[in-house]
């Protein structure tokens, strides 16, 4: 039985890697994957060599902070584990896997041993990536002895995550193991709070300094002091062994360190394959719940949305008669409803905000520090907000047969797209920049804004930004239409090196167009403030307007080309 | 109705459509049969603007559908064999989302009238992820049939129904037929065809191997006399049973 399981690993294993390597022949791939490789080289191979070269003992003291640090985060990631007990992907299985293991005759134990064997793939390649990082900072020890002190660490996560899998599946059958995990859950609860009072409470915070200061990161030194404190470190002893082997300077200290970790994964090792609990049913639960994290996560959604027990929210009112192609922005509408969490959309520019307000407060100009924050986010959001909102052609191609059958015109239907990702990302952008304006006009110590001026920036910032997010979606969904096979289509595709290069090449392609399209209208607008800069109110008014009708008049001629070249399409260029 | 021209439709070299004409009137139901890979899908996929045909044309009423397709489609419901729904639409706003397009004005009225008749009045605020296969395919039905089109198209419409959806989408055909819909439907369910279609096209390799009624191909072919369509279709289809490439030609 081992043997066939055996068999399938290596097989699926290798066939996966034939399959990626196969992939390569289509020139797109080809490209993507030598970009892939060339953006590894340039974050981490690159930085390895110099650090080798250097040996200035910089990167051995951040290795010796990251040492510090280390356990902390295995004791949360392990805390996490019992304190929440969502992730059974531990036990997970694919479907087909489900299919034809589970209705297999073979024991619990032996499908344990396949899931531990199978593990063991993910651990290899994490094994590599790891040990090449963290050997940036310890270039004494070889890399045979880094990668099986890092193998020893990955492989004690793993074993315990499965352990405590097992151990809620058994909590059903025996009463008292869902007892003990919860017993557990309070003591690492318990630990985690001690930390994190420790950490970020005990540890003063005049220690925190201004970012304008002589030492900005001070109070990093204080935390990690604390960390290495004597109390702490005993607390934290058990995860200090696990992960002593990786930060290990030398080969005997290695030795020395390798022996009571490999206990430690020996101990986990008996502790799951001695576990008897109800390993079928809790593999058939986790395989589900491991799909729709999946479907979830490749949706890029806010949220892991179930059809089946999500709450359809509140729909949007569409009168049956109008312009057809605003059914399309409706659609698009609704569907960002649904898979968008206002509170997990703002989690982050509110984070942006408070530590701006903090750090702000601390020079002394908090205005400026929000308003400063609030232009980096307007800027930033083109960028990323693309990326978010995925309601447009990237994901309704895959519509393609369907929407060729609705009797709409390709340009109406092309507009409609880009008309649902623009004003929704001009209207973000309006408010960032006014939370800007207002933040710069209450911060002391700057210059007031001519009224003028002000009115010229507020009656025709809606028309820029329109303009400009109408240019940007519309290169973004001209890609597509036109290059259909060269970007991700909808909310999934395969992955690996050439994929992550493809999309670096088609970001730079997509950069260049927005430049070129913005030549013209930045000529005009700059001919029009150059003409009324004696009234620079009025300047800047018809710059405005001059350069944003002419984007607009550009994106249109583009969006009437893609509405013929969308005609066109035909869904088997769609794979 | 449909009116199709000398239609060809090459994947590079590959002809997957070749030279094929037929007319379908009001009323009628065309069957448009062959083995897996003999251009069925492509065919349809040509009538109903989806794909450009290489040469040859395709009417729908009085409209090409390369040259006017807005209003050649506004005219047809093309319902495939695997349904494409919206993931975040409900049941009820794919209907209002087809209500616009097509500018069904009463559309309040007529769409609890189809949710009833495919049995989706409870599922009315469902997404398609909580559909069964079956439903969804009720779904894209009732999107097809919301505008009462003049032109009805079928890739294999009675996939993954129930036996009473099967009853039931066997007997809308036949209505919209009598109503003087003209069909085109396409299925490897011969006992179908034969009870619904007026007329047949048997496709192999792309090309057209027999086109009329059952008693007119029979005519042509007298040593097929008195078999089922079931024997006429392998005998006209034989050694071809074989996909080809591209994929669902």
């Not at chain 1, 206002?342 to 509110?350: D, K, Y």
């Not at chain 1, 036109?482 to 999309?503: D, K, T």
């Amino acid at each position: 039985m081992i043997a066939a399981f055996a068999y399938l690993i290596f097989n699926s294993t290798r066939n996966r890697l034939l399959s990626q390597l196969r992939r390569l022949r289509t020139p797109r791939y080809a490209v993507g994957f030598v970009l892939g490789l060339g953006y590894f080289w340039m974050v981490f191979g690159r930085h390895a060599v110099r650090a080798g070269a250097r040996g200035d003992g910089s990167e051995a003291a951040a290795s010796g902070a990251f040492a510090s640090i280390a356990p902390v985060f295995i004791l949360i990631v392990i805390a996490g584990i019992w304190m929440f007990g969502g992730d059974m992907s531990a036990l997970a299985f694919t479907e087909a896997e489900v299919a034809m293991l589970l209705t297999a005759p073979v024991s619990r134990r032996t499908l344990v041993k396949y899931k531990l064997t199978q593990s063991q793939v993910i651990i290899l390649i994490n094994v590599v990536i790891w040990t090449f990082i963290l050997r940036r900072g310890s270039g004494s020890l070889s890399g045979v002895l880094s990668a099986a002190a890092v193998w020893v660490m990955f492989t004690t996560l793993s074993l315990h995550r499965m352990g405590e899998a097992l151990h809620r599946a058994s909590r059903g059958e025996y009463r008292a193991a869902g007892q003990k995990r919860k017993w557990m859950a309070k003591v690492f609860a318990m630990v985690v709070g001690l930390m994190i009072f420790g950490a970020f409470v005990a540890v003063p915070l005049s220690a925190i300094g201004a970012p304008d200061g002589k030492n900005p990161l001070a109070f990093l030194r204080s935390i990690l002091l604390f960390f290495e404190s004597p109390g702490v470190r005993t607390v934290l002893y058990p995860f200090h062994l696990v992960i002593a082997p990786a930060f290990a300077p030398n080969a005997s200290a290695w030795a020395v360190a390798m022996l009571p970790a490999l206990g430690i994964v020996l101990l986990h090792l008996w502790w799951v394959l001695s576990s008897d609990a109800a390993f079928e049913e809790a593999a058939a639960l986790a395989s589900t719940e491991r799909a729709k994290r999946i479907e979830a996560m490749r949706s890029r959604r806010m949220t892991a949305f179930d059809p089946e027990t999500s709450a359809v929210n509140k729909t949007i009112a569409l009168a049956p008669t109008g312009i057809p192609a605003i059914a399309v922005v409706w659609k698009n509408a609704i569907a960002l409803r649904r898979t968008i969490k206002p509170g997990a959309l703002l989690r982050l520019p509110i984070l942006a905000f408070v530590v701006a307000a903090l750090f702000g407060w601390k020079s002394g100009n908090p205005a400026r520090s929000i308003a400063v924050t609030a232009f980096f986010l307007a800027m930033m959001l083109p960028l990323f907000g693309i990326q978010v909102l995925r309601n447009d052609l990237r994901s309704d191609m895959l519509h393609l047969p369907f929407l060729k059958s609705l009797p709409l015109a390709g340009a109406d239907l092309v507009l409609a797209e880009i008309a649902s990702g623009a004003v929704i990302m001009a209207t973000a952008q309006f408010v960032l920049f006014a939370i800007a304006g207002i933040a710069l006009m209450a911060a002391p110590g700057v210059t007031t804004i001519r009224a003028d001026m002000l009115v010229a920036i507020l009656s025709t910032l809606p028309l820029t930004l329109l303009a400009l997010d109408g240019a940007i979606c519309t290169i973004i969904n001209g890609s597509a239409v036109l290059f259909p096979a060269w970007i991700r289509l909808g909310p999934s595709g395969p992955g690996g090196v050439e994929v992550m290069g493809q999309m670096m090449l088609s970001m730079a392609a997509s950069l260049l167009a927005f430049v070129l399209m913005l030549l013209v209208p930045a000529a005009l607008g700059g001919g029009a403030w150059f003409v009324l800069s004696a009234t620079p109110g009025a300047a800047v008014a018809v710059a405005c307007v001059l350069g944003s009708i002419a984007l607009a008049a550009e994106s249109y001629g583009l969006i009437l080309a893609l509405g013929s070249a969308f005609e066109r399409a035909e869904p088997q260029q769609i794979t | 109705m449909i009116a199709v021209r000398e239609l060809t439709k090459l994947y590079g070299s590959f002809k997957a459509v070749d030279s094929i004409s037929f007319d379908v009137g009001p009323g009628e139901v065309l069957g448009l049969v062959g083995p897996n890979g003999a251009g069925k899908t492509s065919t349809l996929r040509c009538l109903a603007g989806i794909m450009r045909p290489s040469r040859g044309t395709v009417s729908i009423g009085r409209h090409d559908i390369q040259s006017d397709p807005v209003a050649a489609k506004r005219e047809l419901a093309f319902i495939p064999d695997e349904p494409h729904l919206f993931d975040y639409l409900t049941v009820q706003e794919h209907l209002r989302f087809i209500a616009r397009l097509y500018g069904v004005a009463d559309a309040e009225q007529r769409i609890p009238e189809l949710l009833a008749e495919l049995e989706l009045t409870d599922k009315l605020e469902t997404l398609p992820g909580a559909l069964s296969r079956g439903m969804k395919q009720k779904l894209a039905i009732a999107c097809g049939l919301l505008h009462n089109p003049s032109v009805l198209i079928l890739d294999e419409p009675l996939t993954g129904l129930d036996p009473a959806g099967i009853r039931k989408m066997r007997q809308t055909i036949a209505d919209r037929a009598r109503a003087g819909t003209a069909v085109v439907l396409s299925s490897h369910l011969l006992n179908l065809v034969e009870e619904l279609c007026t007329k047949l096209f048997i496709l192999r390799r792309g090309q057209c191997v027999e086109y009329g009624t059952f008693d007119e191909i029979l005519a042509r072919r007298p040593e097929l006399a008195g078999r089922s369509l079931e024997d006429v279709f392998l005998t006209l289809t034989a050694d071809d049973d074989t996909p080809r490439s591209p994929d669902r030609a």
